[in-house]
């Protein structure tokens, strides 16, 4: 979503990041499936239209830098799970965060895991999409599920509203 927006990660920064931490999760998907070098240095598109920008728990974030995200102009609610297990801290959103102005509107969700951020599951995901489903104990999901999707709409309804009156 921040590429669509105006930002332009630098896939080139995941090898050297995967050296170092070759057991992070998209380290080890890149270890299956390298990224072409031509996928690396492609030009990215970006959409105009997009007024805002909601991330959760955003990948890569180490390969945006200030100046890979100047030409994002939509304001930004970023959250981050305080647990993330599969894209852990600093590396991804607090690298977003660092990225971006100040002005960013940054959440951290206290005891939440990475899939957190998909809504609650019925009985079947849980039974056959167990990593997705797997809340810690102490985290209520659909509790959270009502708070993100309340402040995530007024997050949209402000900042559209002041982008397209």
């Known amino acids: 979503m921040l590429a669509a927006a105006g930002g332009e990660p630098d896939l080139r920064r995941i ?3 995967c050296c170092v931490n070759p057991g ?16 690396a240095t492609a030009p ?20 945006f830098k200030a100046e890979s995200l100047k030409a994002l102009k939509a304001p930004v609610q970023l959250w981050r799970a305080a647990d ?15 990225a971006l102005p100040a002005s960013v509107d940054y959440r951290i ?11 609650p599951c019925d009985d079947y995901a849980r039974k056959n999409l167990a ?27 402000t900042r559209l509203a002041l982008t397209h009156p």
């Open 15 to 17: 090898e050297p990041h």
């Open 24 to 39: 992070h999760y998209e380290c080890q998907m890149v270890k299956r499936a390298p990224v072409a070098a031509e996928a």
């Open 44 to 63: 990215w598109i970006h959409d105009p239209r997009i007024g805002a920008v909601v991330s959760a728990a955003p990948a890569l974030g180490y390969t």
């Open 84 to 98: 993330d297990e599969i894209l852990p801290d600093p590396f991804h959103a607090s690298a977003v965060k660092a």
């Open 109 to 119: 969700v206290p005891k939440a895991r990475h899939f957190d951020f998909l809504t």
């Open 131 to 157: 990593q997705l489903c797997n809340s810690a104990p102490d985290f209520d999901r659909a509790a959270f599920h009502h708070t993100f999707n309340t402040v995530v709409a007024a997050f949209f309804t």
